[in-house]
């Protein structure tokens, strides 16, 4: 009977710690969880003003009256001063394959987009203005994409 109480005390102690390790674990994983997305978000942000970053920038050229081997240099310059390359090289490893997908859709538009400048097109010409609508519509899709991905509404104005 002196064994008893002492079993019923170890016994005790036991639920206590196992219950507390499976509640620090649990915490553990809520926490992890929402860093990866506070992550995600961070890179998310930082990619499509890198792409805006661009667009305005290859815009410019598009209207600036510049020398043709001048214009070469400046618009692979500002095509690659925003980091889009480097940061989409993170978003290959931090997120889903349907945002690496989009964004690399994004990204190849205004790739062919600085091409074409380079080749000396203007802002008028059809080429480019088919560009722009091709860029509008990859951004569109891959800022749904990354809100749904953030568990926000698929679009900021359906609500």
Not at 46 to 58: F, G, K, P, V
């Amino acid at each position: 009977m002196e064994w008893i109480p002492l079993v019923s005390t170890a016994l005790g102690a036991a639920i206590v710690v196992v219950s507390t390790l499976l509640a620090d674990r649990a915490r553990w994983r809520r926490d992890r969880a929402g860093q990866d997305l506070d992550v995600r978000r961070q890179l998310y942000a930082d990619y499509t003003a890198a792409l805006s970053q661009i667009r305005t920038a290859l815009n410019e050229c598009a209207q600036e009256g510049i020398p043709a081997a001048e214009r070469t240099r400046r618009v692979r310059e500002v095509f690659l001063t925003p980091g889009a390359y480097e940061i989409r090289h993170q978003l290959a490893i931090v997120a889903p394959p349907e945002i690496v997908e989009a964004s690399r859709s994004a990204f190849i538009v205004l790739r062919d987009t600085r091409d074409l400048l380079v080749a000396g097109a203007s802002v008028d010409d059809a080429a480019y203005l088919e560009m722009e609508e091709r860029f509008d519509a990859a951004l569109a899709k891959l800022r749904t994409v990354m809100r749904l991905d953030l568990g926000a509404a698929a679009s900021i104005t359906a609500r």
